[in-house]
């Protein structure tokens, strides 16, 4: 083999490599969207539910609770700190983080497409070189 196959050989393995961790941060970042859905129907539909709701604790196990303030809620800041916020707000809040979530997923999603063209580009050179040395 030759110097030049082998140097190829691992830019092919290295762009793997990192189109795979591109796809990694993009299912990180479709799973938080999908989070952000989530939270924001269950909000929604307690909001609308004036009696009891079943609450899952885990296990498979639920308990009754009656809803007292569906306009306020309580959020998880980091660090162990948890801030009521007003429901609107932070409704406004979250539609602004998916948004920006999503322009990233894009952005992301062009990137993999640009280096999967890359990537094949180098395939058939690599190919072309194991042709040359048979």
Same mark, same amino acid.
């Given at each position: 083999?030759?110097?030049?196959? #082998?140097?190829k050989v691992n830019e092919l393995s290295l762009m793997e490599a990192?189109?795979?961790?591109?796809? /990694?941060?993009?299912?990180?970042?479709?799973?938080n969207i999908n989070e952000i859905e989530i939270a924001k129907s269950? %909000?929604?539909?307690?909001? @609308?539910? #004036?009696?009891?709701?079943?609450?899952?604790?885990?296990?498979?196990?639920?308990?009754?609770? #009656?809803?007292?303030?569906?306009?306020?809620?309580? !959020? =998880? !800041?980091?660090?162990? !700190?948890?801030?009521? @916020?007003? !429901?609107?707000?932070?409704? /406004?809040?979250?539609? @602004?983080?998916?948004?920006?979530? %999503? /322009?990233?997923?894009?952005? %992301?999603?062009?990137?993999?497409?640009? $280096?999967?063209?890359? $990537?094949?580009? /180098?395939?058939?050179?690599?190919?072309?070189?194991?042709?040359?040395? =048979?």
């Amino acid at each position: 083999m030759t110097e030049e196959f #082998k140097r190829k050989v691992n830019e092919l393995s290295l762009m793997e490599a990192q189109a795979q961790y591109m796809e /990694k941060q993009l299912e990180s970042i479709n799973a938080n969207i999908n989070e952000i859905e989530i939270a924001k129907s269950a %909000i929604e539909e307690l909001r @609308k539910t #004036k009696e009891e709701v079943l609450v899952p604790i885990g296990a498979g196990v639920s308990i009754r609770m #009656k809803t007292v303030d569906t306009e306020k809620i309580l !959020v =998880r !800041v980091g660090a162990g !700190v948890v801030v009521e @916020k007003d !429901v609107e707000d932070w409704m /406004k809040e979250i539609d @602004k983080k998916k948004e920006e979530l %999503i /322009k990233i997923a894009e952005k %992301i999603q062009l990137e993999l497409e640009r $280096f999967a063209e890359i $990537f094949r580009e /180098k395939q058939a050179e690599v190919r072309a070189l194991a042709e040359k040395q =048979r």
